[in-house]
């Protein structure tokens, strides 16, 4: 399964760069707000940093205006993935990107059948939001086996991109899964490595390490 990390803040980025953590990137708007810098500044620098898909999100609503903001960000470097929304519109900028050659990460996804459609528009990545549908006691993880069952069903190449992760349990059950790639906050990488018998070992060890002769 892939890392990618969510979040605009290239300090982040590196942070968990260094540790091997990150083979892409995902921002939305929100995230690009927080940094307070502007939009393409950020998504320069961020794929001056990692060489891997880094999506920036379209923020028209219409068909017309996507695909002008889609080939626009396209530009700004080779890896960019152009996240758009799952809307009629979005679906058609969708399949005018694939004919293009410009790669999109279908987001909002909120059901298995919206995952479908945006795999046959010719989608590269879908991003269900797993953690805003357990905000609304729905199982977030249950629409990702439904749609890993769905696209297996029939070959699509489209890749599921766990999306709205909040904690360890997401990752855990989107491998296991055999979800593609999972976008997760720095906060969670770094819940991902504690453990309380690492830290109890590594005191242990360093206990004993006093009275070996030196
Ligand atoms: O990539 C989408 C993700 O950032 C949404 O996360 O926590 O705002 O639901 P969240």
Not at 3 to 29: C, K, S, Y
Not at 120 to 126: D, E, P, Q, V, W
Request: proline share 4%; net charge negative; with cysteine.
């Amino acid at each position: 399964m892939q890392f990618f990390i969510d979040t605009a803040n290239v300090d982040e980025i590196r942070q968990a760069n260094d540790m091997g953590l990150v083979d892409g990137v995902t921002t939305n708007p929100s995230l690009i707000a927080q940094t307070g810098r502007p939009f393409k500044e950020v998504i320069a620098e961020i794929c001056e940093i990692i060489d891997g898909p880094i999506s920036a999100e379209a923020v028209s609503l219409t068909y017309d205006e996507m695909l002008v903001e889609a080939r626009d960000l396209a530009k700004i470097h080779k890896n960019i993935v152009v996240k758009i929304p799952l809307v009629a519109d979005g679906l058609k900028c969708v399949r005018t990107c694939a004919a293009e050659g410009i790669k999109t990460n279908v987001t909002l996804c909120f059901s298995a059948t919206q995952a479908l459609l945006a795999a046959k528009a010719g989608a590269t990545y879908i991003s269900p939001f797993v953690g805003r549908l357990d905000d609304i006691s729905f199982q977030g993880m249950d629409l990702i086996g439904e749609i890993l069952e769905i696209y297996s069903a029939y070959d699509f190449d489209t890749q599921v991109l766990v999306a709205s992760i909040r904690n360890p349990l997401h990752v855990l059950e989107s491998a296991r899964m055999g979800a593609h790639v999972a976008t997760i906050p720095l906060k969670v990488m770094l819940q991902l490595i504690k453990h309380p018998l690492t830290d109890r070992g590594i005191e242990g060890f360093m206990k004993d390490w006093e009275k070996v002769p030196k």
